[in-house]
């Protein structure tokens, strides 16, 4: 069973950057896919990226504008997935999440990290 410690939110301004982090652990990291996600307020969870062992990403549909915002990767020595979050608007307030999985997410939901952006 996978485990996952997301970590680098914050309260930012419109126009800023932050970069989150997820280290993870319970299974063989380098050969699973790794997705961030993220849940608004009242809605549901979506996925933002998802990035594959051989450096493969894909975008979630119903995210709006984060292709060229947004930027995957992944550290298989260090076990973490980042994403690069740039110029930030205030519908990216959320609570992301990391996971691991190409189709769906495997495991169980950690924490989660909040980020909110002011107008």
């Known amino acids: 069973q996978g485990q996952f410690s997301e970590s680098g939110g914050g309260l930012v301004q419109r126009g800023d950057s932050l970069t989150l982090s997820c280290r993870a652990s319970?299974?063989?990291?380098?050969?699973?896919?790794m997705g961030w996600y993220r849940q608004a307020p009242g809605k549901e969870r979506e996925m933002v990226a998802i990035?594959?062992?051989?450096?493969?990403?894909?975008?979630?549909d119903s995210v709006d504008s984060v292709e060229g915002r947004f930027t995957i990767s992944r550290n298989d020595d260090e076990r973490t997935v980042y994403l690069q979050m740039n110029d930030l608007q205030p519908e990216d307030t959320a609570v992301y999440y990391c996971?691991?999985?190409?189709?769906?997410?495997?495991?169980?939901w950690g924490q989660g990290t909040q980020v909110t952006v002011s107008s």
């Open positions: 990035i594959s062992a051989l450096d493969t990403i894909k975008y979630g």
């Open positions: 996971n691991r999985g190409w189709k769906e997410p495997a495991d169980a």
């Open positions: 319970g299974f063989n990291f380098m050969v699973e896919a």
